[in-house]
């Protein structure tokens, strides 16, 4: 008997539990290789004393967040636009939607692809802006300018595009958003505002394919009738 006859399908619940522990792996990479070359990408997540409630303590963490949220806008924009692209590569990534895993975890509740989102969230932005722009900035003499910050941005940005490699487009798409999230945290120096950018992007992008996808469904059942 083929041992494939054997495995039972893969379930929405597997993706869940597959892609929250990938990500939050991705988290971990980061702190290791942190540790292990450095710099520390925790240096960049504002410190907080849970023992004191005051503004200035609390504020970039506040702030990080509901800037990062408010940043995920122009991502979104930006993905609303092209999908409106009469392009055949548009297209081949929207069909995407009805093939293996996506399928699957857009059958998910909203919690959960929020919880996904928040693991992706944190875990690849540890990883790319937290730990791979600035070592890739970095400069022997402890000092880095233009061109090496620029080579952190540029060199994270096509890595991350390239660990998205769903079509073509979706790695030009991810390389442009790296830039786009390693310029918030340059201008800001709080990682905080990417991860929420992030984050936020994801969930919302993540909900409104589900919803679309329900909602096409519905209508097609309804047509049936």
Request: aromatic share 8%; with cysteine; net charge negative.
């Amino acid at each position: 008997m083929d041992d494939s006859e054997d495995e039972a399908p893969q379930t929405a619940d597997d993706v869940f539990r597959t892609a929250v522990i990938f990500e939050s792996a991705l988290g971990l990479l980061a702190l290791f290789l942190g540790w292990l070359l450095g710099p520390d990408p925790r240096a960049l997540v504002p410190k907080i004393d849970l023992s004191v409630f005051q503004w200035d303590v609390w504020s970039p963490v506040v702030l990080g967040i509901g800037y990062g949220m408010a940043a995920a806008i122009p991502m979104l924009l930006g993905i609303a636009i092209l999908r409106r692209l009469p392009l055949e590569s548009v297209r081949e990534l929207e069909r995407l939607s009805d093939d293996g895993m996506l399928r699957l975890l857009l059958q998910l509740g909203p919690l959960e692809l929020i919880l996904i989102s928040l693991c992706a969230g944190v875990g690849e932005e540890l990883l790319f802006r937290g730990w791979l722009m600035q070592w890739l900035s970095e400069n022997p003499s402890g000092v880095s300018g233009p061109l090496e910050i620029g080579i952190g941005l540029v060199g994270s940005s096509i890595a991350f595009g390239l660990v998205h490699p769903i079509t073509r487009l979706y790695v030009v798409v991810a390389s442009v958003i790296g830039l786009y999230l390693g310029v918030l945290l340059l201008l800001s120096g709080n990682l905080l505002i990417p991860i929420a950018a992030h984050a936020t992007y994801d969930a919302v992008q993540l909900m409104m394919t589900a919803w679309q996808k329900s909602s096409d469904s519905v209508d097609l059942d309804e047509s049936d009738d």
